[in-house]
């Protein structure tokens, strides 16, 4: 993988790491690509959570990289570049963000895109595009105005003022708010109980949540029954349930 994002595995924790921390892990075109080989890792993989954060203590990600821009020989280029922000949706495992500075622009598409976000008290959410002469395309304002509701996501989009970690909490943005030093160990915390239950079934749960989001509410409970009766039907539920009568530990296998 390029030097421009890290990809460690720890156990059934993966970490994504956008690592260009003196452009504020802004997005370059190369950057991108190397984002789609981690996603392709974490699918592939046996990875049962994945974390992703940005390097150095300024930023997670300042969106897309302004520069590079201006290389595109046509609109239709630039309509069809990498699409980073769609990477991160593509992530079948959980995903929990941590969010350690600055989320501008594609930096928080991409972190709506992930499934969890938790902030350190420094981070600061915006949709600065407006302040450039146009929007964001990564998917802004359908996931802003369904986790910070609709006002709140057009005072983002309409001002491009960013909010800190705070309010982004307050607005449903983030889950919770830790002191700098406690947000790496917190995302690990979470990581690391999600990568202790079934696997099959917390895919499920993604699968689940996006129906939710995204299917009528009667379609997407029946596909909720379908889906908990295809988990039912794995040996981690056997195993689930054995456990819960022997009054020990579940050993989950993904299978
Ligand atoms: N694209 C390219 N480079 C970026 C960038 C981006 N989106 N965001 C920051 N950088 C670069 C800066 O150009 C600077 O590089 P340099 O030292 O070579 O000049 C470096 O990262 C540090 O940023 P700087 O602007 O000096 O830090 P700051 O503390 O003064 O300001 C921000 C921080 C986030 C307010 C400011 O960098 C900013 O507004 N960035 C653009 C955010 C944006 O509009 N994102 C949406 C893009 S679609």
Redesign the pocket.
């Known amino acids: 993988m390029s030097g421009t994002v890290d990809f460690e595995i720890d156990g059934f924790v993966a970490t994504i790491t956008l690592n260009r921390p ?3 892990n ?1 997005v370059s075109r190369e950057m991108a690509r190397a984002m789609e080989q981690a996603v392709a890792r974490c699918n592939s993989e046996d990875i049962r959570a994945v974390i992703f954060t940005g390097a150095g203590e300024r930023a997670f990600c ?6 590079q821009l201006d290389e595109f020989q046509t609109l239709w280029e630039l309509r069809n570049r990498e699409d980073y922000c769609a990477s991160v949706r593509r992530i079948r495992r959980p995903v929990i963000c941590a969010i350690n500075g ?1 989320a ?3 930096g928080l598409e991409m972190a709506m895109g992930a499934d969890i976000r938790i902030a350190s008290e420094t981070a600061r959410l915006g949709a ?2 407006i ?2 002469g146009w929007i964001g395309g990564g998917g802004m304002a359908v996931q802003l105005s369904r986790s910070a509701g609709f006002s709140n996501a057009a005072l983002m989009l309409m001002t491009g003022d960013p909010v800190d970690a705070q309010t982004a909490c307050r607005w449903g943005l983030v889950s919770e708010v830790c002191a700098p030093d406690r947000l790496m160990p917190r995302a690990r915390e979470i990581a690391r109980a999600i990568a202790a239950r079934a696997p099959i079934a917390a895919e499920h749960a993604k699968l689940n949540l996006d129906a939710a989001a995204n299917m009528p509410a009667e379609l997407a409970m029946r596909y909720e029954l379908d889906l908990q009766t295809v988990a039912f039907a794995t040996d981690d539920a056997d195993e689930g349930r054995r456990a819960f009568a022997e009054k020990r530990h579940p050993n989950f296998k993904r299978r």
């Open positions: 003196d452009k504020l802004a300042a969106g897309s990289d302004i520069r600055y501008l622009g594609g600065p595009e302040k450039l």
